[in-house]
């Protein structure tokens, strides 16, 4: 079946480059800006697999999260993080959401920057604190006010994060507009 020359060829609303997933893309950011529920909707829409890194680090410990940081303290937690993340960046091309402060430790944020695609996903304090409250199994949160907690980590974690590749905002509107983001900016990458 011949194409009529004259009509333009069509492609996906989401089509991006294909060499955008040649390799993985990692989702960065605080708390609750959404890197889990847009990276599970991204990967859909790339047609890759997703994986979260928390899950994958409770998989491996068989134990949460808060209980690792319980028993063992967070220098543990960041070592099994960063081992669970090379191995994961590893296999095959994913998108992949990471906790907050994995992008805050030099081997693995130079890892990811290395190997993978990384966005960051921005986001204001009142949104992520609305975010955050919807569920109680974050460890720095525990027994502390978020919006203070979130407003530290961002003093310090926003300036580490502005070295992703994009960045994104995720801001108090449904996840959806964020997942057409990433798509636009990733149409236009340049590697």
Do not use: C
């Not at 967070?74 to 960063?82: I, L």
Request: charged residues 30%; proline residues 5%.
């Amino acid at each position: 079946m011949s194409r009529n020359p004259k009509s333009p060829a069509r492609s996906s609303p989401d089509a991006v480059p294909a060499s955008i997933r040649d390799r993985s893309i990692v989702l960065v950011g605080l708390m609750g800006s959404g890197k889990s529920t847009v990276g599970r909707r991204l990967a859909q829409r790339l047609g890759m697999r997703f994986a979260d890194a928390d899950d994958e680090i409770e998989r491996a410990a068989g134990m949460t999260i808060s209980d690792i940081f319980a028993r063992f303290g967070e220098a543990h937690f960041r070592d099994g993080e960063r081992r669970v993340i090379a191995r994961l960046l590893r296999g095959k091309p994913m998108v992949l959401a990471t906790g907050g402060g994995a992008f805050i430790n030099d081997d693995t944020r130079a890892l990811i920057l290395k190997d993978s695609l990384s966005i960051w996903l921005d986001a204001d304090i009142p949104t992520l604190v609305d975010r955050v409250a919807r569920r109680s199994h974050r460890p720095l949160l525990k027994d502390r006010d978020p919006g203070e907690v979130l407003r530290e980590l961002a003093a310090v974690r926003n300036p580490i994060y502005a070295e992703a590749h994009i960045r994104v905002s995720s801001a108090s509107t449904p996840h959806e507009h964020a997942v057409r983001a990433i798509l636009e900016a990733l149409k236009k990458w340049k590697s």
